[in-house]
């Protein structure tokens, strides 16, 4: 428009310029409710689509037409994708459905930088986040503390581990005759899981022992004390163990392994035998129990001090308790039965056997070093007998 022109024009009356001011105002806020009520509406849909995406345990049930303690079974033993944060689960509505349809992986991941810093199950230390669905890398420490009990590792994966313990133990004959041995033990253990449910492990210990033998001099003859020591290969062991049933709802994890020793020296005896392991989950713990038996193969070479007895029967209970993925708990009680010869020629000449039946009371922890680094404290101690003997063991399980 002519600037000129625009001065010349003559301005509306006060009247008609008053008249179009309340239009602009009335107009207003018949636009505004609007506006408003569709950025709300917006809104609602976004948070409620990103709330149907991450599901709970009786969501992800419902989704899946499953009982909801076969959802949390199975996302615990890594059969299906989920998360658990500070002790509930939570799950992706979409890699449910991948995972249902067979596909494996989670087609748009979920970020998951801001819930690895929760105080709940946590990303292994050393790994990088991943996203809600996929598998972890690394092992839970659950998984590592329970490797002979249920926590089978995925197919092609395994454990390398070094383990030292060192135990000291007192027997007598009252007040005639007092034994008193430590033995020192190092060895390295090798698990591969060739294929899903199976494990094949293999066991290599080296020995140093040393015993302090004393006699009443004034009811037998003899020196008053003697010592001895020994160094050298133990006996090797190999095992397969076996999954037959896996865990599920109202079902526990069934495990079945055969086990073999091979003597380290011609003078004592080699062994088979088997074992049954019954596992089952009660988050955040696991409960297991099992039973084995190993029968000497050479009865003639049975060393009743440092070898294996003809007969040899164990029972074994045991607890693992989650903290998070990083630390947990375990406590186990073994008894051991053997059958021994009986030659109390021997016994009174200073070789006394060890006791036909040891109760042991173990407490250990297993902890995430680093990124596939473990490290496992223990201490045992025997129950009953008139001396609480006592092991310390340390084990360094890394998994490949």
Known sequence: MNPLRQTLQPSP???????????????????????????IWLGASGAVAAQDEILDLTQAAQLLRVPSTAVEQMARAGRLPGRDIDGQWR??????I????????????????DLVRTSGRQQPTGSSATAIGEQPATPSAEAIALRDQGGLLRKGSGTVELGFSYGRNEDSLYPVLRSE?????????????????LQFAARLPYVWQRSDRFIDTSTLTGPAQSTSRSEGRGDAGVSLLGEL??????????????????????????????????????????LFAGVSYLHALQSERVDDRNGIARKNFAVTLGLTYALNDLVALNTTFDGVYRNYRTEATGALAGSL???RQVYTLQFGATWLLARGLFIEPAVAIRLGGER????????LPWTF
């Open 181 to 197: 041995t430590t033995t020192t033990v190092a060895s390295a253990v090798l698990r591969y899981v060739p294929r899903d449910g």
């Open 388 to 395: 609480p003997d006592m092991a310390f063991t340390l084990n």
């Open 245 to 286: 049933v896996r865990e599920r709802s109202g079902l526990p994890n069934l495990l079945v392994s055969l086990n073999a020793t091979a003597a380290a020296d011609s003078t004592r005896s080699s062994g088979m035998g088997a074992s049954v392991v019954v596992s089952k989950s009660a988050d955040p713990a696991v």
């Open 91 to 96: 799950f992706s509505r979409r890699a449910l």
């Open 98 to 113: 991948d995972w249902l349809a067979g596909s494996g992986a989670v087609s748009t991941p979920l970020p998951i930088d």
């Open 353 to 355: 056997p060890p006791s």
């Open 13 to 39: 009356p006060a009247a008609a310029s008053g008249a179009l001011a309340r239009q602009r105002t009335q107009a207003r806020p018949r636009s505004a409710p609007l506006i408003a009520a569709l950025l």
